[in-house]
């Protein structure tokens, strides 16, 4: 159980290491600054109808109910400790877990620790005016929701540093407050955590494409030896579970409402579908291929001596690791990797160690493949005929072997020339960003009401109804 009574809620016995206790709390006050400031924008008197956990047990989120986000208890939460849980891959396989930082890993650790946590607050950076031009009450709890558990994903880390890394962990955890989304200066670590999310349909884009590679970085990370890492990270990927639910609704209804409105009158043409104040298939289609790009580099170089480490080192595992069949150690094996080569793309086998970004990238692959079917059901369904397609993994990357290429979403390598005359018909273009942003101008709050371009979801939050008043505006 979580004890809630004491000033950090948590479940790791903080009152009993007075000395962490005191740097927690000291930490605090600086992180709710930085929630006035960067946290949902004049959003702070709202009492919104949150979730929040009560014990970190998969039926643990039974409390739901009226919280002002500021007052939202913040706190450290890890899965149990099972005493019998050895390193399961690597040099170390087979010996017990580490409860304490390996000295020899102790900056490759803390850096890792520190590129997570750096893109918890990002998030919430980039989202933090969307409540402005919310398209329903539940959407707009739904926003908040995923804001609040991020701001928690930043806690989780920070306890992380504060417990196990000393002074730079602590001074580690205040950059974590001082960096900010975009800013020339002193930018997020990760590119996608610096592009702004301008609308709506960028943020289902991101909840869906980039709080799932969330969720696969974070179960490479539950597989680590360094225990409390791992016990740390399993119970964020239940959190994480609802914002890739926020993102996959969110774009369907999007696409369900506009294949309505194009059935009821009879449209098909792109500019009569907007003409209709919903959101054409094409546009869509150009956002998917942003965010997916963007949030593949984020996985890295497809080839890395880096990733190599990690998983030789035991500290960071591969997809469902423990459920892979084979000798966890992968000296001899081998994976298929992309390149171009005089013009072409070309695969090879290379190391398996050295290509564990590009084989993490690839289960990533396989299941968004799956989200955007599920989403050509819905256009399926409507009988219109229209693909949604994943681009080809090396389109507009910035990072790993496709870097500096021009490749097109059909997987052609282009000349730059070539690439930049349909840069417009593949990417979201500005004048498209401003279409889909003159639809968002104000917002819907009127319980149970829609805006025009998104289709009502199919249930509420917690079985209340949809006219349900998510969110009190004092
Ligand atoms: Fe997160
Ligand atoms: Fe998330």
């Not at 170390?92 to 900056?107: A, D, F, I, L, N």
Request: charged share 25%.
């Amino acid at each position: 159980m979580i004890n809630y009574t004491e000033k950090i809620p948590n479940n790791v016995d903080l009152g009993r290491d007075r000395v962490l206790q005191r740097a927690l709390e000291h930490w605090q006050p600086a992180y709710m600054g930085w929630w006035y400031d960067m946290g949902p924008n004049e959003s702070h008197n709202y009492e919104v109808y949150l979730r929040t956990a009560i014990s970190v047990e998969p039926d643990g989120w039974a409390q739901f109910g009226y919280v002002k986000m500021p007052e939202y208890r913040w706190g450290i939460f890890l899965q149990p400790r099972d005493e019998k849980r050895e390193v399961n891959f690597g040099i170390h396989k087979g010996q017990p877990t580490w409860q304490e930082v390996p000295g020899e890993y102790r900056s490759t650790l803390r850096r890792v620790i520190v590129t997570q946590g750096d893109t918890e607050p990002a998030s919430v950076e980039q989202q933090r005016m969307l409540g402005a031009s919310c398209p329903s009450m539940y959407d707009l709890r739904n926003i908040f929701q995923v804001n609040v558990e991020e701001g928690r994903h930043l806690w989780a880390m920070v306890y992380l540093l504060h417990r196990y890394f000393g002074r730079d962990g602590r001074e580690e955890a205040e950059s974590l407050l001082a960096r900010r989304s975009g800013d020339a200066d002193n930018p997020r670590i990760l590119g996608a955590f610096n592009e702004p999310t301008p609308d709506w349909l960028a943020f289902y884009m991101f909840t869906f494409f980039t709080d799932r590679d969330g969720k696969f970085q974070l179960c490479a990370l539950a597989e680590s030896g360094f225990d409390p890492l791992a016990r740390t990270c399993r119970f964020m990927l239940t959190e994480e579970a609802h914002h890739m639910f926020v993102g996959e609704t969110g774009v369907g209804r999007i696409i369900q409402r506009t294949c309505e409105v194009m059935k009821e009158n009879k449209v098909e043409d792109p500019s009569d579908v907007r003409a209709l104040g919903v959101i054409d298939l094409p546009t869509i289609q150009k956002y998917l291929n942003f965010h997916y790009s963007v949030t593949l580099d984020l996985y890295g170089s497809d080839v890395s001596s880096n990733a190599a480490n990690y998983y030789t080192s035991g500290l960071k595992g591969r997809f469902r690791e423990t459920k892979l069949e084979d000798d966890h150690v992968l000296t001899d094996a081998e994976y298929p990797v992309s390149e171009v080569v005089g013009g072409k793309i070309v695969t090879k086998n290379v190391a398996a160690l050295t290509a564990l970004n590009e084989r993490l990238r690839d289960d990533y692959i396989d299941e968004i493949a799956d989200g955007v079917s599920r989403w050509q059901r819905v256009i399926d369904n409507a009988g219109i005929p229209f693909r949604l397609t994943l681009p080809h993994k090396g389109f507009h990357r910035d990072i790993g072997n496709f870097a500096g290429q021009h490749i097109s979403p059909d997987g052609e390598v282009l000349s730059e020339e070539a690439w930049k005359n349909h840069e417009s018909e593949w990417l979201p273009s500005s004048k498209d960003y401003t279409y889909v942003q003159s639809l968002m101008s104000g917002r819907v709050v009127e319980p149970g009401k829609f805006a025009n371009w998104i289709a009502p979801p199919a249930r509420g939050i917690n079985n209340q109804p949809l006219n349900f008043e998510y969110v009190r505006f004092n």
